[in-house]
């Protein structure tokens, strides 16, 4: 049916309920739009496409688990990915080459010398992954540390000016070309250390194997001593009876350890040795008693004596000088006896092999 055939009021209906048709679409293919765009913008801002990059390069040994758009990871937080993974020539000293960049402001922690990219696996399936270390790691204060790349400020922006030059000692203009080389310290993949484990594993087997038959003797060793301790144990079972009886007769009377040590007959003995002992005590203190009374008496009968004698010093004044003359006398005597001729052969010395007693005072000079 056409429109023309259609009454106004139809026509009127038609024409709003299109007007909200494109009203709605329109605005569906703004929103199409803004979540597209704002899309791109957050997967601009995730990727860096905003942020100043700059370009590093390595050498590793293998390119396995490594492609192209995977994370360069510093301090264990994306700071760049990888652009570029190819083979060098034939004739290189090196393997395989690899190109990544690093977004700001990570690579303001990379710095000359000391930073290095690691070669890190990271499971049992060969996966791997670059992570680039922070300069200024190695503690050393003797050395000059100096960033990869340079940063200036621009008119009011901040710009990346220069790149080190390791060789020259300073920094060369900064172009989109540049790029740094970095040192690699590639870890062997798991598999290949997996791989050297097993051969070690492989030459210690016999190894292992000759200790497990060592184990196994010891082992046997070990079952036939615990079956003659068994026997053992069985044969000593009735000595062990005995000694249980003997002790359970220990705590009677009659058949205590002491009863068993020391007959009747030698009890009584004991008794009359002790009687004895007792008596003879009981003597010897009442001897001792007799004889303390006698010393006492002695000793008072020598105490008058030394005052009797006391007594006669002090009334002879005398006898002391008489003595004193009689022994001066005497002295004279004898040597005259040894002055004698026909006396002074018998109280001559005899001589011997001593030397000289030595003169107790060292002999003096003469006087002039």
Do not use: C
Not at 5 to 11: A, E, F, S, W
Not at 60 to 84: C, H
């Amino acid at each position: 049916m056409a429109l023309q055939d259609l009454t106004p009021q139809l026509r009127t209906r038609l024409s709003r309920m299109e007007r909200a048709v494109g009203i709605f679409v329109g605005l569906a293919a703004v929103l199409l739009l803004s979540g597209f765009f704002y899309y791109l913008y957050h997967t601009a801002v995730r990727k860096g496409w905003f942020l100043t990059k700059v370009t590093y390069y390595a050498y590793v040994d293998s390119a396995a688990g490594l492609k192209v758009g995977d994370p360069v990871k510093l301090m264990g937080f994306d700071a760049g990915e990888i652009t570029k993974i190819l083979p060098e020539n034939p004739e290189s000293e090196y393997d395989v080459f690899i190109e990544f960049k690093i977004k700001e402001p990570n690579y303001g922690y990379i710095w000359f010398p000391d930073s290095r990219v690691k070669v890190i696996a990271t499971g049992f399936l060969g996966s791997r992954f670059l992570e680039v270390t922070k300069g200024g790691s190695s503690g050393s204060t003797n050395v000059a540390y100096h960033a990869t790349y340079r940063e200036e400020v621009v008119n009011g922006k901040k710009l990346v000016t220069g790149v080190w030059q390791d060789k020259e000692g300073t920094y060369a203009p900064y172009t989109k070309s540049s790029r740094y080389w970095l040192v690699a310290d590639e870890a062997p993949p798991v598999t290949e250390r997996l791989e050297g484990i097993a051969k070690e594993l492989e030459q210690a087997l016999p190894n292992i194997l000759n200790l497990t038959n060592q184990l196994t003797a010891v082992l046997t060793n070990s079952a036939q001593a615990t079956s003659n301790l068994n026997a053992l144990a069985l044969s000593a079972r009735p000595t062990a009876t005995n000694l249980a009886e003997i002790t359970a007769q220990l705590r009677e009377f009659n058949g205590s350890l002491g009863r068993w040590l020391f007959s009747t007959n030698f009890n009584q003995q004991l008794e009359l040795a002790a009687n004895n002992a007792n008596a003879t005590l009981a003597s010897v203190d009442s001897n001792l008693v007799v004889v303390a009374e006698k010393l006492s008496l002695s000793l008072d009968n020598l105490a008058n004596i030394t005052s009797n004698l006391n007594a006669q010093v002090q009334t002879n004044t005398n006898i002391l000088s008489a003595i004193s003359a009689a022994v001066t006398h005497t002295d004279d005597l004898v040597q005259g006896l040894k002055r004698h001729w026909l006396l002074r052969s018998a109280f001559k010395t005899r001589t011997t092999n001593q030397p000289p007693s030595r003169p107790l005072l060292p002999p003096t000079r003469p006087r002039p």
